[in-house]
């Protein structure tokens, strides 16, 4: 159980387009979901929070309307990458938080690699 | 706070011995901790968690131990396997609704043979 699957796995685009990942958790439902990026040899950074029928919380340093987050049901999160640079490239995670035993644990998905050229 | 890494620190293990990999964490009112393995090119991937009330918890081959005193957490894998080379990552958390996990910088462990 507890498994989230991200689409798609990796993704090649040309700088200016926008791309759009999607996460979605399986076999549980999740309020809350979570996106994540992270660089070559470094820890996972929180981008935003999301929530399903509510605007996501973003972190501090991290650009909304560049990074449009959508939680339309209990189990899908998008995230768009609006007018991507080269230096969005990444590794971009997500996790939905499952709430078991009063504990929010959260799992996550494979990761989708977006190489911005 | 966030974490961010620069470098992953290395722990070298010889296949069959113990591996124990540390974690300081930050924030005193964190009360739920979590310990993630990422293999290369995949999402981080759940292996035992740990509630603040307690201060050890055991798994198949792995052992969480909890120092609240000190903020310091550590992960005891048994008779490391090759497969088991990955970084791990620590998390903690305040538990309720949405509250973020904080990632600490993450270790690399290399499994020799």
């Known amino acids: 159980g507890a498994v989230v699957s991200q689409h798609p796995s990796w993704v090649i685009c040309k700088s200016g387009t926008s791309v759009k990942i999607e996460c979605r958790s399986l076999d549980f439902q999740a309020t809350t979901m979570f996106w994540y990026r992270q660089f070559p040899k470094q820890s996972l950074m929180l981008m935003a929070t999301?929530?399903?029928?509510?605007?996501?919380?973003?972190e501090q340093g991290v650009e909304k309307d560049k990074f449009l987050i959508n939680h339309a049901s209990l189990t899908l999160s998008t995230l768009t990458v609006t007018s991507a640079h080269p230096e969005d490239s990444s590794f971009y995670i997500c996790?939905?938080?499952?709430?078991?035993?009063?504990?929010?644990?959260?799992?996550f998905g494979p990761g989708t690699r977006l190489t911005v050229l | 706070g966030e974490s961010v890494g620069l470098h992953l620190p290395t722990l070298s293990v010889q296949e069959g011995d113990n591996s124990i990999i540390n974690c300081a964490y930050s924030?005193?009112?964190?009360?739920?901790f979590i310990w993630y393995k990422q293999e290369s090119g995949k999402g981080p991937q759940f292996i035992i968690d740990?509630?603040?009330?307690?201060d050890k918890r055991q798994g198949q081959r792995v052992t969480v131990l909890l120092n609240k005193t000190v903020k310091h957490l550590s992960l005891q894998i048994a008779a490391t396997q090759p497969g088991d080379s990955a970084v791990y990552f620590c998390a903690e958390k305040r538990t309720g609704t949405a509250s973020k996990l904080t990632f600490g910088t993450g270790t690399r462990l290399q499994v020799t043979l």
């Open positions: 996790s939905a938080e499952s709430r078991v035993e009063s504990t929010d644990t959260q799992y």
């Open positions: 740990i509630r603040s009330n307690m």
């Open positions: 999301s929530n399903e029928g509510s605007k996501a919380t973003y």
């Open positions: 924030n005193s009112a964190s009360d739920y």
